[in-house]
Structure formats: C-alpha cells, structure tokens
C-alpha cells in the first residue's frame, strides 16, 4: 500500500489485527500469512500445497465446477466468471494464458502484494489455467514503470525452473504502466504488436489474439484464487460449503492502516473498514476502484460480494475500499479522481477524449464554489451522453462513479451549487493517496 | 458461436481497405432487423451520418454521433445503409440485432 510517513494522530501504533493475518477461519484465507520470497518461499509453498500436479482431461472438469460452484470471478474489476472463462477456451492448438499484473488502479495494490507474498500461487494458477485451456505459453505483464514484483517473480521463476520440469514456458512482459494499459485488449494488442490501447469488441467472447493464437487474459488474483481452489480439489479436499471463497482488498484513504487484506468474499465494508483502522468520521468510500462507486456509510453493513454490492449501486471491481471521512470534500475528491481519469483515457475515442475532461471541470466549478444549478444540469446531460459511447468501459467507469458521487455526497453538492463550499479538501486530512492524483 | 470474421479485435492501418460488416448486411437488411453501431475508435466526427439520417442520428456537443432506438425501422433502413457507405472514417457498421 502507499507508505503513510507518520503514523497519523488518532490512530493506535499498530493495527488491533496484524494485517497480514487473514480475518476469519477459511483455510482457503490462510494463504497471506507468510511472506515469501526467495528459497523459503518455494519450500513453503512446496510444504502447503505440494509439489504441482495440472489438471488432466479427467480432473478439469472437476476443478472447473468447483470454480462455478465459489463463484470465482475475475479479480481485475471485469468480474467475468472464471470457470465460464476458462471453459469457454479449452481448445486445443495452443493459446496463450497472459497474466494480468499491470495494476493500472492507482487505489489498489494487491496485486503486487500477492506477487510478493506467494509469486508461486500466482505461477501455480497459470500454469493449472494453461493446461486446462491447452495453452503452450504463459506471458506475466508488469509495467514498464514497476520493478516491484520483478524481483519475488524472477526469483520465483528460477526456482522453478530448477526443480520443476515439464511446466509451459513463461516469459515477463513489460508494457507501458498506463492506466488503461491493463484493459485486456489493449494489452492484448500491446503484446501483439506494441499497440497497447483497446480495441473495439462487439462480440465480447471474440477470442484475442497474440500472434494469431488465443489469448486468454487473467488477473493475478484469480490466478492465485484458481491455484487454491485446485490445491483443495486435487487433494480430494475440496468442500464448497466448508471452504469459502477469499478476495483481497486495499484499503486506503482515511484509515490508520491503509493495505491489503484478505477477507471471506462477504464480509461487510464495515468490518473491513474498521479492520484497516477507520473510524465513526468515515463518511463514505469508494467501492472498487476509480471506476467504481461511491456509498455511504449508511450503506457500510453491505457484504463485500458481487450480489450485495450491486444492490447499492457498487461492484467489487479491483477490490478497492477507499475511504473519506465527513471532513473531507466528497466532490473535491471526485473531480480529482475524474481528472485524473480524463488523463487516462488512451485517447482514442471522442466522446472520451472530449467528454471526460468536460465532466472534471464540471466537477471542478461544483466544488470551487463558481458552478451553479446550470453547472449540475450539464453536468448530468454529459454523463447521460459520454455513458457507453468508449470502444472500452474506461469512460462508462467514469461516469458511474460521478453519478454516485452526485448520490452519495448530495449535501455537499447542494451547499456547493448554493455557493458555498465546504472548503474540505480532497481525500482526508489524515492519510492520503500515495499514487494517482495529486 | 457463430462468427461473423468482420468484427475483429484490430484496428487496421491507416488506408487500408478494410470489408465492413455493411457490406455484407446490406443484402440482408430487409430479413434481418439491424441497428447501427459507431466504431467510436474509427469516428472522426465528420457529421455525415447525422446529416443523412437524422431521425436516428444526432450529435453530442462535440460531434460525435449518438445513435438513437434499435433497430432501425424498415422505412430507414435503406438511408441507414446509405449513411454507413458515405462515412469518410467507415466507423459506422449495421450488425444484426439482437432477438428479444
């Protein structure tokens, strides 16, 4: 997570629960209590998990129902099923299985954590996902600008090639760390041929394609997610009703604590909030991501889960809690954040390229106090036309998030378009972002 | 699935004669219900579309077309294959509606 330099007033010196031990008893959540890197690493994980077997024709199918039994999606904020996925790709002629690390969320980073935390998980569920789709190579992209997870890979890489053999081959990618980079067709197409913007895609199970061969694109979360789940099948361990499904969040903004944790998929925003070291000040968070959206903490007893999150108007997305405190300008916060994803756009499509930086001035009248009833109406008519109009969802992400926004913080809105601001800064006063806008 | 080989994941270089999906449809449009869909990455707001058929098309604050109803009505549908053949960009494609 972001470094905090101090440890803020208010706060406790550390977390009530060390924040690498996993919340709840799933055996399935186990999994970040070590910290492996290095030899250790592979012995400990060699020791947990065993040495890896893939699934063959007979056992594919049984890890495949185990995945649409938990409900496994994917964790990059797409939330695609991963079982439906993986089947829809099992063809033989060999496709490729690229491992989503590019992170482009500026609010989330456990990506990276679990890359240091257990990169043997993450090349376990590539290689369980190559031989079940038949794939003959595993391509890892992590951004250009990103060296962190380079070095726990590279060792893990060696390691593996010195113990194991016979695995498909994998080579490290390094794409240009923009925000929309990660999008699977752009990356996709950056891989294909160093093109690394979305492409149009009217029929969404239209296969990518790297070199003309399938290309199947998964987050490393669920990759890690899909290694534990198979580790329980091949065991003869698996029980859906006594192992639960676990998801990674990071928790950031104004919390003692900002970081990842590993929660059962379900626990209430409350309890994850609280677990990071929030307090009864927070007033909202946003859910998700920067595409995502924003809820009030009257909303904070929902379970984490895709179902409950969408009842409120929010989705999991790339497992991002951000949390603002009622000190804090919920609309500053929001035009920082749409600012910051107008300049993200990958500049291909107008309604984006025009659209977004129109919608964060908008937003930057509202909360200067210079925008009125006439500001919000066009406000709204720009997030009714820029909605959907992107070859890619970056914008629709955009919009949903500025519509909540409108939602969750309407007070704030109200007093803004009356001409008087709150005068609260973006984000709060206690921690901050340590990536994205500034 | 079916696969119609128009509606590839690629975004061909600049000049190149590329088939568009309205090619093909154009036969077909009086069968099969249609709507319109904009490439937006291919869109260069040229206006064109909006200019032949207004009913269906109009323009956003920055001129990039906003596609409105689906499918096409039958009485349109022959001006709609028009305005997809005289965009300068080829950005717009009919597909074949979706049965509901």
């Keep these: 997570m972001s470094t905090v330099a101090t440890v803020p007033v208010g706060c406790r010196e550390s977390p009530a629960v060390p924040l690498d031990v996993a919340h709840g008893v799933h055996p399935i959540s186990a999994w970040t209590s070590w910290r492996p890197t290095g030899e250790a690493g592979f012995q400990a994980h060699l020791a947990r998990y065993g040495a890896l077997t893939v699934p063959d024709r007979d056992s594919a199918p049984l890890l495949l129902s185990a995945l649409a039994t938990l409900g496994l999606s994917g964790r990059g904020g797409g939330g695609f099923p991963t079982a439906r996925k993986l089947e829809g790709h099992r063809r033989p002629g060999g496709g490729i299985i690229v491992v989503n690390a590019m992170e482009g969320e500026p609010a989330s980073t456990k990506d990276s954590a679990v890359l240091a935390w257990a990169p043997h998980l993450v090349l376990d569920g590539a290689q369980v996902a190559a031989a079940v789709t038949g794939a003959h190579e595993i391509v890892i992209c992590v951004p250009a600008d990103r060296d962190g997870p380079v070095a726990p890979l590279s060792v893990a890489l060696a390691e593996r090639a010195a113990r194991l053999r016979r695995e498909t081959p994998v080579w490290l990618a390094r794409p240009p760390g923009r925000y929309v980079a990660g999008e699977e067709s752009a990356l996709a197409g950056w891989l294909d041929r160093r093109h690394g913007v979305p492409a149009l895609r009217l029929e969404k199970a239209t296969a990518l394609r790297v070199g003309g061969r399938p290309a199947l694109v998964h987050n490393v979360e669920t990759l890690a997610q899909v290694a534990l789940v198979w580790s329980q099948v091949r065991a003869g361990s698996f029980d859906a009703g006594r192992t639960g499904l676990t998801t990674l969040v990071t928790v950031s903004g104004a919390v003692c604590h900002p970081g990842v944790l590993a929660v059962p998929v379900g626990t209430p925003v409350a309890a994850i909030l609280e677990q990071a070291g929030a307090d009864e000040s927070t007033a909202a968070a946003l859910i998700g991501g920067y595409g995502g959206a924003w809820i009030a903490s009257s909303d904070f007893t929902t379970p984490f889960s895709g179902p409950a999150l969408r009842a409120v108007g929010a989705s999991p997305g790339a497992g991002v809690v951000l949390a603002v405190t009622e000190q804090a300008c919920g609309l500053a916060t929001t035009q920082r954040i749409a600012a910051f994803m107008a300049g993200e756009s990958s500049g291909q499509c107008g309604p984006c390229v025009y659209g977004l930086p129109a919608i964060a001035e908008d937003l930057a009248q509202l909360a200067g106090g210079r925008g009125g009833e006439d500001t919000l109406r066009r406000l709204d008519g720009r997030l009714a036309v820029v909605d959907g109009r992107g070859a890619c969802r970056h914008p629709d992400g955009v919009v949903r998030m500025v519509r909540s926004a409108l939602r969750v913080f309407r007070s704030d809105v109200d007093r803004h378009v009356r001409g008087r601001p709150c005068g609260g800064r973006a984000f709060s006063s206690r921690t901050d972002l340590g990536q994205g806008p500034s | ?100």
């Design chain 2, 1 to 100: 699935m079916r696969r119609s080989g128009l509606l590839f994941a690629d975004r061909p270089r600049a000049g190149a004669v590329v088939k568009r999906p309205a090619a093909t449809m154009r036969g077909r449009s009086k069968t099969h219900p249609v709507r319109i869909v904009v490439d937006p990455i291919r869109c260069d707001a040229f206006g064109y579309c909006s200019e032949l058929l207004p009913e269906l098309v109009t323009l956003d604050e920055w001129g990039y077309p906003v596609i409105a109803g689906e499918p096409v009505p039958a009485a349109l549908a022959s001006r709609a294959a028009e305005a997809v053949r005289q965009c300068p960009r080829r950005a717009m494609l009919l597909v074949r509606a979706e049965e509901s």
